[in-house]
Every structure is written in C-alpha cells, then in structure tokens.
C-alpha cells in the first residue's frame, strides 16, 4: 500500500533497523505499511489499535498521565506501539538483536515527521 507515508516508514525501517512497522487509524485500518510478507498488515493494525486502546485505559485507571508508548518484549525481538497525536497509531517490530536506543530514537523521529504529514 504506497502512499505519502511510505516513505516515512521505508526509512524508519532502514535506519532503525527494524523489521517492518505500520500505520494504523485508530479504528485499526491499516494506513500504510513496510512489513515483510509473513506479515499480515491487517492484523497486526487491529492487534496495534487494541493493544494501544487498552494500554491507555490502564494507564488511565492508574493515574500514570498521558500513555506515550506500549513496549512488547518477546524471546524474537520488540513490537513497540506509538500513538500520533489522536490520529494514528505506529508500530514497529524488530529483532531481539536491535539496538533499543536507537530505535526508540528513530521512532521519535518519525513521528513528528508523520504528525506533519497527518497535519
């Protein structure tokens, strides 16, 4: 699915080293994508837009502020779960092997980029 976001996400992939990432609406369509085949862009936009919602209803109930970001830890490597703004959500998953810094870094790069691209 190619559109003005791709290239935001082709190099968040390429810099971060990641495996892949995708922008979600925050119903849980797909908005854009970089992802390897074995993925499927659908459910992991649904997975992302529920894991984000129930992270910021716990965060909520316990009085932690705003949620700026939900971190998923596998034996494989890292899914990690940004909202933009209200609009969208970013996900992003990569190896165990990644360098954690900078890929939280990179994310953050991204999306102020996506934020001016959602305007």
């Keep these: 699915m190619a559109n ?10 390429r810099e971060a080293g990641a495996e892949g990432c995708v922008l979600v609406s925050v119903d849980g369509l797909p908005i854009s994508s970089v992802l390897p085949p074995s993925i499927d862009e659908d459910r992991v936009s649904a997975m992302g ?3 984000l919602s129930l992270a910021e209803r716990v965060n909520t109930e316990l009085n932690k502020g705003l949620l700026e970001q939900v971190y998923i830890k596998g034996s494989k490597g890292y899914v990690i779960f940004t909202g933009v703004k209200d609009l969208a959500v970013l996900g992003v998953l990569a190896p165990s092997n990644a360098k954690l810094g900078l890929l939280l870094m990179e994310i953050q790069r991204a999306i102020k980029k996506l934020e001016q691209e959602l305007g």
Excluded at 4 to 13: A, I, R, Y
């Design 4 to 13: 003005k976001f791709q290239e935001t996400l082709e190099m968040l992939v």
């Design 49 to 51: 837009a529920a894991i």
